[in-house]
């Protein structure tokens, strides 16, 4: 079945530090793709999204590229400030039409003064 | 503007209580869906309404009930519940609902919820 797996946290930076978290998906045809960011406390919040194979999604600094030849997602952001920590989650929605959002298991990220 | 309410904030209840949760959303989306989402793990699908018509229900126990008075609006009624139930409740809502690819969910802040 269509799954996502991410890499496991947590990931801890310091400001202004390079970030990757990695997103690798299983789907059949061309899934879309997605980052939402969750704040402590709070709701998911779309981060950035992609819909086909070299599409680039951006937002806030943060961006990812779909890649169907390695089926990932990286998100990466040149320089992270402590407001980004938070947990993201990679999720992706299947060509099958089910409409149903596939979350990884999410990775929190920490960032230190 | 892609904002999705949610009211009450925080929720506390007992086994025997009758409460609701509400979720609006006035971006003109025909789809709304109920998530629960536990410490440190990602949302897990409960219900879809597409059109005001519920077309998911994820085997969901009855003690939750959906409603969807209009496609602004979504109602969860609670009853019965377990202490495993405390959690996050989340609602979403995205353009259509009819299991289109390119569609974008777009979530409220939640209900956190405890059940004593």
């Known amino acids: 079945g269509d799954s996502v797996t991410q890499m496991e946290g947590p990931v801890t930076l310091s400001e202004e530090a390079f970030l990757t978290i990695n997103c690798t998906y299983t789907?059949?045809?061309?899934?879309?793709l997605f980052w939402y960011v969750q704040y402590p406390g709070e709701g998911l919040q779309l981060l950035l999204k992609?819909?086909?194979?070299?599409d680039k999604g951006s937002n806030k600094g943060f961006e990812a590229t779909y890649r169907k030849e390695t089926t990932s997602f990286h998100l990466e952001k040149g320089s992270v400030q402590v407001s980004d920590s938070a947990v993201y989650f990679c999720?992706?929605?299947?060509?099958?039409?089910?409409?149903?959002?596939?979350f990884g298991q999410g990775t929190t990220l920490q960032v230190k003064p | 503007d892609t904002e999705v309410t949610q009211t009450p904030k925080h929720l506390v209840m007992g086994m025997t209580n009758k409460k609701s949760l509400k979720c609006e959303q006035h971006?003109?989306?025909?789809?709304m869906y109920w998530y629960k989402q536990k410490a440190k793990k990602p949302p897990e699908l409960m219900f879809v309404y597409s059109y005001e018509k519920l077309s998911i229900n994820e085997s969901v126990p009855s003690r939750f009930s959906p409603e969807c008075p209009n496609s602004s609006l979504l109602n969860l009624h609670l009853h019965a519940l377990q202490p495993e139930d405390s959690a996050l409740y989340l609602c979403?809502?995205?353009?259509?609902?009819?299991?289109?690819?390119?569609?974008?969910?777009?979530f409220g802040p939640g209900t956190r919820l405890l059940v004593l």
């Open positions: 999720a992706l929605i299947p060509s099958s039409n089910t409409g149903k959002l596939i």
């Open positions: 992609a819909t086909k194979a070299d």
């Open positions: 789907a059949t045809g061309y899934p879309s």
């Open positions: 971006m003109g989306h025909r789809a």
């Open positions: 979403a809502s995205s353009q259509d609902g009819r299991g289109f690819v390119y569609e974008t969910q777009y």
